[in-house]
């Protein structure tokens, strides 16, 4: 089974700053089918970018992906005050369980 | 426009087999290029991927609940249905049907979730 590790657990910043939140696979996913989502409170969660660094319909270009093999980076630009929410990776690699980080929550400092 | 509704009980008892019916519409299930995941989400916890099927009725489970889980479909109503045997308290949560697409394998369409509680 491929672990991802999500890190900061927490992130705590300001509206205006860059946030970047890493995943980490256990393997390495060759095929680079790896995911991001955001969730909101009382929300079901909505994809942001896949295949590590393909941005999802209709989100903004202040959220970007990139990495490969066994890192991966979610990097937003410039913090909006809609952006604070909790942001998990999932991965589909070669065989199940795929599986999802345990995310990271963005939190207004 | 895409939908997905989930559909099923609230409250469980524990040992009970859990069927929740997840609805779409603005695709078809017999489209190659997509399928639908199953996911579950414990109350404040993080996602946990279930099970998907695909049009061909390819099937992947979550190995550590493969013996309680079934997914089928049935495409003449647009429904996917994911069965879970022997339901404990530990079952509690969110569970949310998703499109999953072929192209790179990520659910891009999502339901909103029902919360079934598993309690005696």
């Known amino acids: 089974e491929i672990v991802l590790t999500q890190s900061p657990g927490t992130l705590s910043l300001s509206p205006g700053e860059r946030a970047t939140l890493s995943c980490r696979a256990s393997?390495?996913?060759?095929?680079?089918?790896l995911a991001w989502y955001q969730q909101k409170p009382g929300q079901a969660p909505r994809v942001l970018i896949y295949s590590a660094s393909t941005r999802g319909n209709g989100i903004p270009d202040r959220f970007s992906g990139s990495g490969s093999g066994t890192d991966f980076t979610l990097t937003i630009s410039r913090l909006k005050p809609e952006d604070f929410a909790v942001y998990y990776c999932?991965?589909?690699?070669?065989?199940?369980?795929?599986?999802f980080g345990q995310g990271t929550k963005l939190e207004i400092k | 426009q895409v939908t997905l509704q989930e559909s099923g009980p609230v409250l469980v008892k524990p040992t009970e087999t859990l069927t929740l019916t997840c609805t779409v519409s603005g695709f078809s299930l017999s489209d190659p290029m997509v399928g639908v995941s199953w996911i579950r989400q414990p109350p404040g916890k993080a996602l946990h991927w279930l099970a998907h099927i695909f049009s061909s009725d390819e099937r992947s489970y979550n190995t550590s609940l493969r013996s309680r889980l079934t997914i089928s479909k049935d495409t003449s109503k647009s429904q996917v249905v994911l069965t879970m045997t022997n339901m404990d308290p530990v079952d509690t949560g969110t569970y949310y049907c998703a499109r999953i697409s072929r192209i790179a394998y990520d659910n891009d369409h999502w339901g909103q979730g029902t919360l079934v509680t598993v309690s005696s």
């Open positions: 393997q390495s996913l060759s095929n680079n089918y």
């Open positions: 999932q991965q589909y690699g070669n065989s199940p369980p795929y599986t």
